[in-house]
């Protein structure tokens, strides 16, 4: 069953999923930066085996990750360069699809207890961070897996130093 589809700027890659994300990670860290040229991914997190490539053949670039020190998998289009989605050593079974390469970046749903902001300790200031959603300064738990804390804004915040 297709849930939703998307694919690369050529369109020489397509995909689909077929269920929903598990939940909604907008990550502001350096490499997000850069991999996305903004301020931040908006990055849906799917199991891994809801993904399927339908068109196309997707290249990968492996990227040890300073935070966790595993590899980070970025799978992208060989001819124009999208990135299509991360697939992660750390988490073997889930894989985080850049938000803006769905056909409808919106099907999605954002509420706020499934959605969390990481790495707001390196996000560009003026970012704004909505009220009510986790967020937290690194990664929402440490390489052991322990549950970090995380901190709710009750109004929107812009960004100039994270709380501690």
């Not at 077929?18 to 907008?26: D, E, G």
């Not at 709710?152 to 130093?161: D, Q, T």
Request: glycine letters at 8%; aromatic letters at 10%; a negative charge.
């Amino acid at each position: 069953m297709t849930i939703a589809e998307g694919g690369c700027l050529c369109s020489k890659i397509r995909y689909q999923v077929s269920a929903p994300p598990t939940h909604l990670t907008v990550c502001h860290c350096k490499f997000c930066q850069r991999a996305t040229g903004g301020a931040y991914m908006v990055e849906p997190i799917f199991a891994k085996s809801n993904l399927s490539i339908l068109e196309g053949t997707l290249r990968t670039y492996a990227h040890v990750s300073e935070g966790s020190g595993k590899s980070v998998f970025v799978h992208f289009c060989e001819d124009c360069g999208t990135k299509i989605h991360l697939s992660f050593e750390r988490f073997p079974d889930a894989v985080g699809i850049y938000a803006g390469t769905f056909d409808d970046p919106n099907w999605y749903n954002v509420a706020p207890d499934e959605t969390k902001h990481i790495f707001l300790g390196v996000a560009q200031k003026g970012t704004i961070i909505p009220a009510g959603v986790k967020t937290y300064e690194r990664h929402a738990r440490t390489n052991d897996e322990v549950p970090e804390i995380s901190h709710v804004f009750e109004h929107p915040h812009a960004i100039s130093m994270f709380p501690h």
